[in-house]
């Protein structure tokens, strides 16, 4: 078995053990960085990989959300069905905004304010429909039982998701050594040599949209079954599509290790932030932070923190 | 059989006609020089040709198959490849990996495609410099690797857009070994070049274009003494040193 | 639908309009000079908001004059911004420009935050107690003066672009950044000119809106989106454009307001931006963007 493997096993193992050796408080903050990973890597396949920046993926999360928590609530669906189904919603969108953008050649800013307007719209509806919840949103009752993908013991959420986490990595890791990743990572260099070269570019970037928006749809049942509320502004709103975005991007977008790298960078900053600061009414510091950092990143390490590491290693070998 | 049939091909950018009515046929293993004066709408039928561009009017028949609406990408799945006159690498890709983006496109297994790329960068002479980004290279480095790009396609038919331009003496003699070797091989070529030599000592025949118009079609020695080009482009008898 | 409505809503939305109109000039001018698209535009007018409120609080100044004061002190952010951070990263690809921007955008809206806290604040100016009647429709002094000063600030702009040198200049790198270096023109200062104009709009414009409207940090956001809606849909760096679009989306904004509920009218909005740019992105007057 080779060192990297290994180590990789290590670290797993070392992950798993660890809600039995810490306390409550950390495995809390834990969950917030695995979670906040997973999304990170969803995002980071069509952000990252294929080079098409979104703005608007917290209008995955939602829409994954509130379709489990509708449809648990109101047909006494599963969630662990629902999840599937919230994640098939959220690829449908993916699918319309990506068609929308990839066909009528929207890049760059455009694409941007695209996925922004998308995102905003699902805002707006959730606020206004009172079927969905309106203004106040949906609340979900305690129950921990796990057929309802809720948990007494903070551990068991832990366990998800790290899974989930895991299993987006794997995804991601699957990808890069495939056609379809090697394909990703052309066409962000350079499209029209690409098309020149027999690949069909639509194609590749509606999937890579596709996946990318399932896999966050996936992530708003965990979201809404972990937190018990969701809040029309909060799940779909901007400031979770930054905090979607930018752990991939100051870790390394288009890099397998870079949304993980960036989400425990990240996390425990925004958590202290949040603990220590939110009080004293200084909210909102661990924004002027990810603001720092991003403009950081822009100006110094273009590619993110993984791959400057990994050149600093090189260099020292 | 005609590999390349093209007739009537027409095509206008508001106020210009940037091809108008362009009949062309090649055969299979027919290396085909387009010559003509900047401006005459050379890059243009190549972009009509690869599906870039859409035709005004006429019809492009490719190994007997109409590309009428096809995608670039299709275009080149069918066996038709083309270089940019301004090339364009993947800058940080390797050598090695952006042959492999072609390669991809006939063999989807990564290992195999890796193989794949593999020979054709030896084969043009890249070998060394394999595992190099593309980023870095010289001109006439990348010039070769846009060349192994198509290439590695697998294409029956290869159009290379000016693929000595900026080259010097040397690198020009190298590069036309290298087409002529990868005509031998059965590859047709379609050639856009202004280095008269280059274009004359390799192309079985040439078409002159002028004006988006056909002016002149024929052996090289045929095309070098036609009046008609010789005032549109050439400014004087061009005489081949075998011949001098 | 009452017409006296319709008609309120119209002039109600018109007058909005002349903010909407500077705030978006302001964008368009830095886009089209240096093809950077300002983030946090919408987070720089709140700036110009808070501080016509700091002004009218701790001194006493009247938003209708201290708009000049929130002008040049945004002006010097533009310039910071620009020499600082924009510069150089003028030939790096577009995503890094947004991404940095958005970075710009979050420390702005987030430093207010925490400068002047979430909730709504608002500006009490003596001049917008009165109303005044034209016809059967009413309307505030303080929008009267509003759309008036804004419109006597564009006119100016419009002045400086075409007369002086300098806004030639910036003309001129907009049309062709090389071709204005080689007639000599020191294209550094002028992106650094322009930034700091296209701020100073923007700067103006919070402050000529804050004895109309509560603002608060996270209204950035909103005014950015806005801005772009309107920039867009006038023609990516066409200042005409700008101009007519902010009157245009404003009115549009007022119509949606008063046929569909207020909340809704956001859709209206964000549903002509996907449409604008699936079917004509280089907008009504534009030319086409990168």
Known sequence: ?317 | MSLLEVSGLRKRFGGLLAVGGLDLSMAEGEMLGLIGPNGAGKTTVFNLLSGFLVPDDGEIRFAGRLLAGLKPHEICRLGLARTFQIVRPFPQLSVLDNVKIATLARHPAMPIALEAARAVVERVGLGTRARELAGGLTLADRKRLELARALGTEPALLLLDEVMAGLNATEIDAMVHLVGAINADGVSVLLIEHNMRAVMSLSHRIVVLSFGEKIASGTPREVAADRRVIEAYLGEEYVHPAQA | ?290
């Open chain 3, 1 to 290: 639908m009452d017409p006296t409505l319709v008609g309120q809503g119209l002039l109600s939305g018109f007058l909005f309009g002349g903010v909407y109109s500077l705030m978006a000039v302001g964008l368009t001018l830095i886009f089209g000079v240096m093809r950077v698209v300002n983030f946090a535009h919408g987070d720089m007018m709140v700036w110009g908001m808070y501080l016509a409120w700091l002004l009218s609080v701790r001194a006493g100044i009247d938003p209708y004059l201290g708009f000049v004061v929130c002008a040049g002190a945004l002006f010097l952010l533009g310039l910071v911004i620009q020499r600082g951070f924009v510069e150089r990263i003028v030939d790096a690809p577009h995503e890094m420009q947004i991404l940095l921007m958005l970075g710009v955008a979050l420390v702005l809206e987030n430093a207010a935050l925490v400068a002047f806290g979430p909730d709504p604040a608002r500006v009490r100016s003596p001049l917008s107690q009165g109303t005044v009647w034209i016809g059967p429709l009413f309307v505030d002094v303080a929008r009267l003066l509003t759309f008036g000063l804004a419109m006597v600030l564009t006119a100016a702009l419009w002045l400086f672009l075409t007369r002086t040198e300098l806004g030639r200049s910036m003309r001129a790198a907009a049309d062709n950044p090389y071709g204005a270096r080689v007639i000599g023109a020191d294209v550094p200062r002028v992106y650094a000119a322009a930034f700091g104009v296209g701020a100073a709009c923007v700067g103006a414009a919070g402050a000529l809106v804050s004895p109309i409207l509560p603002f608060q940090p996270a209204s950035g956001l909103g005014l950015s989106v806005t801005s772009f809606n309107i920039v867009i849909i006038g023609g990516m760096g066409s200042l005409p454009g700008a101009f007519v679009g902010g009157i245009l989306v404003s009115v549009a904004e007022s119509m949606g307001a008063v046929f569909l509920s207020p909340s809704m009218k956001e859709l209206v909005s964000f549903g002509l931006l996907i449409a604008i740019l699936l079917f004509r992105p280089a907008g009504l007057f534009g030319r086409t963007a990168s």
């Open chain 1, 1 to 317: 078995m080779s060192l990297v493997k290994l180590l990789v096993l290590l670290a797993v193992a070392m992950l798993a053990a660890l809600p039995w050796v810490v306390g409550s408080y950390l495995v809390t903050v834990m969950i917030f960085i695995f979670f906040y990973a997973y999304l990170g890597q969803a995002w980071n396949i069509v952000g990252g990989y294929a080079g098409q920046l979104s703005a608007g993926h917290a209008a995955f999360v939602g829409i994954g959300g509130y379709a489990s928590a509708l449809l648990s609530m109101r047909l006494g669906l599963s969630p662990w069905i629902g999840m599937w189904i919230g994640g098939v919603l959220a690829a449908a969108l993916g699918a319309v905004i990506g068609y929308l953008g990839f066909r009528f050649g929207l890049r760059g800013f455009y694409f941007v304010l695209l996925t922004v307007a998308f995102a905003e719209i699902c805002r707006v509806i959730a606020l206004n429909v009172d079927a969905v919840g309106g203004a106040l949103g949906l609340y979900i009752t305690f129950t921990g039982n796990p057929r309802q993908f809720q948990f007494q013991d903070n551990r068991a959420y832990y366990y998800v998701a790290l899974v989930l986490m895991l299993a987006a990595t794997a995804v991601v890791r699957e990808i890069e050594r495939r056609r379809f990743g090697a394909y990703l990572t052309a066409i962000r260099q350079d499209e029209s040599a690409c098309e020149a070269l027999g690949v069909d570019t639509l194609r590749v970037k509606m999937l890579a949209m596709i996946l990318s928006s399932f896999l966050t749809g996936l992530g708003g049942t965990f979201y809404a079954y972990y937190l018990f509320s969701l809040q029309p502004n909060a799940v779909f709103g901007i400031p979770l599509s930054v905090e979607i975005v930018i752990r991939p991007i100051v870790g390394g977008a288009g890099t397998v290790m870079g949304p993980l790298l960036g989400s425990f960078i990240l996390s425990p900053l925004a958590e202290l932030s949040r603990t220590y600061l939110a009080q004293s009414g200084w909210t909102g510091v661990h924004l002027i932070v990810y603001g720092l950092l991003l403009i950081a990143v822009v100006l110094f390490l273009p590619q993110g923190a993984y791959p400057a590491l990994r050149r600093l290693a090189r260099r020292r070998a």
